[in-house]
């Protein structure tokens, strides 16, 4: 009992998902009996038959330590959900799902409002026990809650997009990442991870959105960035990561293959919403700046980068992607020193 007291108190005071998925999978192996193999926390993304389990941490005996897919994980190697019945039973059910009689998989299905996003798997030589399994659940659950409470400090009440507040922690964690990425000719539309991969930051903003507000009023106004938002998700990967700064300016921090990489992915989401019909409003363009992330680079760096190469996009007939090195290669705009050297001075 102390141990299990103790491994939820410990869960939640933490605030790093990272921490909390490696924290909870720890947990349920010390709860479940001696006769576990292994242990899964796998995430569901995805759509359709195209769903894939993204492995956010795996612990067994071979390993001290939970092991995971790295964030930027080519879209093809993971294994589709339709390839685990017993995974996709719990998902389209929602509840625990019991395969084999020895070894014996246990999976627990995870999620909150929204429906399940995960699964938690558990393999074993025997069954575990009816008591076990409770416990079990009870973690799950704890666990569920921990991620809403993440969820709600995290993310933009209107479009649930990223907010401002966790930009810091996520851009020094992906400048840290040393993965590297294999392009993907086969699949044009997605951007894998290759030996040249580079961070990109973009800067999105809705041209004209003030007329919106003038002429519709707010709620509708509300309306195009929850469509926005949409676009934004249904264009990029899953672990693109999506933010929404406040009123209309967007920002996206994706690694791509190279910088026509970056720009082709920008310039399908600025198509897409060209394209889009918004409600009442009818067409609606949005300017787009973008810029690489360099070695050392900051916040601040990055963002002023982006910021110029969007208000040249403005300034020069919007509806357009801009980036900042093209730019600057094109004697557009002139690069001051403290931007190439990335530090900023307080």
Not at 292 to 309: I, M, Q, W, Y
Not at 312 to 328: D, I, M, T
Request: aromatic share 8%; charged share 25%; glycine share 8%.
């Amino acid at each position: 009992m102390k141990k299990l007291v103790d491994g939820l108190a410990r869960m939640s005071g933490l605030r790093d998902r990272d921490e909390l998925d490696f924290a909870f999978i720890r947990l349920v192996a010390d709860c479940a009996s001696d006769s576990v193999d292994s242990t899964w926390l796998v995430r569901v993304v995805g759509d359709g038959e195209d769903r894939r389990c993204l492995t956010r941490a795996r612990l067994d005996a071979q390993h001290t330590q939970p092991l995971r897919d790295a964030a930027w994980t080519n879209w093809d190697a993971l294994p589709k959900l339709v390839d685990f019945p017993g995974r996709q039973e719990a998902y389209e059910r929602g509840k625990v799902v019991h395969v084999g009689s020895g070894p014996h998989t246990t999976i627990f299905p995870i999620g909150g409002g929204q429906g399940v996003w995960a699964i938690l798997e558990i393999e074993s030589k025997l069954a575990i026990s009816a008591q076990t399994e409770a416990v079990i659940e009870g973690i799950v659950l704890t666990y569920q809650n921990l991620h809403g409470l993440l969820d709600y400090g995290e993310k933009d009440a209107l479009t649930e997009l990223l907010n401002r507040k966790t930009f810091d922690g996520a851009f020094f964690k992906a400048t840290a990442e040393q993965d590297t990425f294999v392009a993907d000719e086969e699949h044009p539309d997605r951007r894998m991870a290759g030996p040249n991969g580079s961070y990109w930051l973009a800067m999105l903003d809705i041209d004209h959105f003030k007329r919106v507000n003038d002429n519709f009023g707010h709620l509708i106004g509300d309306e195009v960035l929850l469509l926005m938002a949409r676009l934004m998700r249904s264009n990029f990967r899953f672990h693109d990561q999506l933010y929404r700064f406040g009123g209309e300016e967007f920002v996206i921090l994706m690694r791509c293959d190279n910088a026509g990489d970056a720009k082709n992915a920008l310039e399908r989401l600025r198509s897409s919403v060209q394209a889009h019909v918004f409600p009442q409003v009818g067409t609606i363009t949005i300017s787009i700046g973008f810029s690489v992330l360099r070695e050392n680079d900051t916040p601040g760096g990055a963002f002023g980068r982006a910021d110029k190469a969007v208000y040249y996009a403005k300034e020069h007939g919007r509806n357009q992607v801009c980036s900042f090195q093209e730019l600057v290669l094109a004697g557009e705009l002139v690069e001051q020193a403290s931007e190439a050297m990335d530090v900023d001075l307080f």
